[in-house]
């Protein structure tokens, strides 16, 4: 169906998903990303490692040939909330009383 319907053949693709529904099988749905569930996906875990050794979104981001707001939503994903949170860069006693 994608075939028609990435021709702009629309009474056909129309044609072909009626067919699939009297056969009483749905149309095949695209493969969605792969889940890690609560790992880190492997790109995720590039980051953390090198936020662990407390390297900026900056650095990280041209390490590993990334945008800056891409790292940014590694870490918020990723980093924040399957650590509860926590960005390994803070240390408790480090800020200013």
Avoid at 27 to 56: F, I, K, M, N
Avoid at 61 to 70: D, I, K, Q, Y
Avoid at 85 to 97: K, Q
């Amino acid at each position: 169906m994608d075939a028609f319907t990435g021709l702009d053949a629309v009474a056909d693709a129309a044609r072909c998903q009626h067919a699939w529904r009297e056969a009483g099988r749905r149309r095949p749905t695209l493969r969605s990303r792969h889940s890690y569930g609560t790992d880190l996906s492997p790109r995720e875990q590039q980051v953390a490692d090198l936020l662990a050794t407390g390297a900026t979104n900056k650095e990280i981001a041209h390490a590993l040939a990334l945008s800056v707001r891409t790292v940014e939503h590694h870490v918020a994903s990723g980093g924040g909330a399957r650590t509860g949170g926590a960005d390994p860069r803070c240390h408790p006693g480090d800020a200013a009383s």
